[in-house]
């Protein structure tokens, strides 16, 4: 079975300060993918990323980083000066890659952001 | 960008009644649909699982006859909430995969029962 965790329920930091949030991940799949949500206020889902499991590379996208290390079985995300506007619930999920194609996604229980100005 | 349409954003019945909810692909075809439950301060829990022209598959614990879906076509699966009662008062959210489009998830559905 799957499952997700983000041991981090709520995070407050000041704005302009970085923040990492933590995600650890448990499949038995060796084929899977690895997301992050993000759901403001409003509670529509933003997609940030997907990451496949054969994918170790770190990624940067603006503001926004990401760092899969299998050998953990972390997907952590780092925002990097961080504003209010981040200020939102972040979700990170996980999906294996079942013999029929997409799979449903588990999802951890999400890291309340508060970016305080 | 794919495009996943959820209607209504919100909705407030009375107890006793039933709510459709919509979710539509707009610009690819979803061979696949999942129907998530979200309480408040919580993670999306996942209730059932739709494929195209033939039944959903439920999640342990989902009643089946209370949270009907519906899989019609390709671009279109709806879930029905019958007899509403205040405890299925919740966030519902779909999500569509198309073969090219991966996940995408639609804006959500507020259910108050009142």
């Known amino acids: 079975a799957q499952k997700v965790t983000q041991a981090q329920t709520e995070i407050s930091v000041v704005e302009k300060e970085d923040v990492t949030l933590d995600c650890v991940y448990e499949?038995?799949?060796?084929?899977?993918?690895l997301f992050w949500y993000k759901q403001p206020p409003s509670g529509e889902l933003v997609f940030l990323i997907r990451?496949?499991?054969?994918?170790?590379q770190n990624e940067i996208s603006g503001r926004y980083s990401w760092n899969f290390q299998k050998s953990t079985s972390s997907f952590n995300f780092t925002i990097t000066a961080s504003q209010v506007v981040d200020s939102a619930v972040y979700f990170c999920a996980l999906s294996e890659d079942g013999s029929g194609g997409y799979q449903k996604v588990t999802f951890g229980t999400g890291t309340k952001l508060q970016v305080i100005p | 960008g794919a495009v996943v349409s959820q209607h209504p954003s919100w909705v407030i019945c009375k107890s006793g009644t039933s709510v459709k909810i919509e979710c539509r692909s707009l610009d690819f075809q979803a061979t696949t649909m999942f129907w998530y439950r979200q309480f408040p301060k919580q993670s999306l829990m996942l209730m059932a699982t739709?494929?195209?022209?033939?039944?959903?598959?439920?999640e342990q614990g989902v009643e089946k006859d209370k949270f009907l879906i519906n899989h019609a076509s390709l671009t279109l699966s709806t879930l029905t909430v019958t007899s509403a009662h205040p405890e299925d008062s919740s966030f519902y959210i779909c999500s569509a995969v198309g073969l090219e489009n991966g996940y995408t998830f639609g804006s959500g559905t507020r259910l108050t029962v009142v």
């Open positions: 739709s494929n195209e022209g033939s039944k959903a598959t439920y």
């Open positions: 990451r496949n499991s054969f994918d170790e």
């Open positions: 499949t038995r799949d060796t084929t899977y993918y």
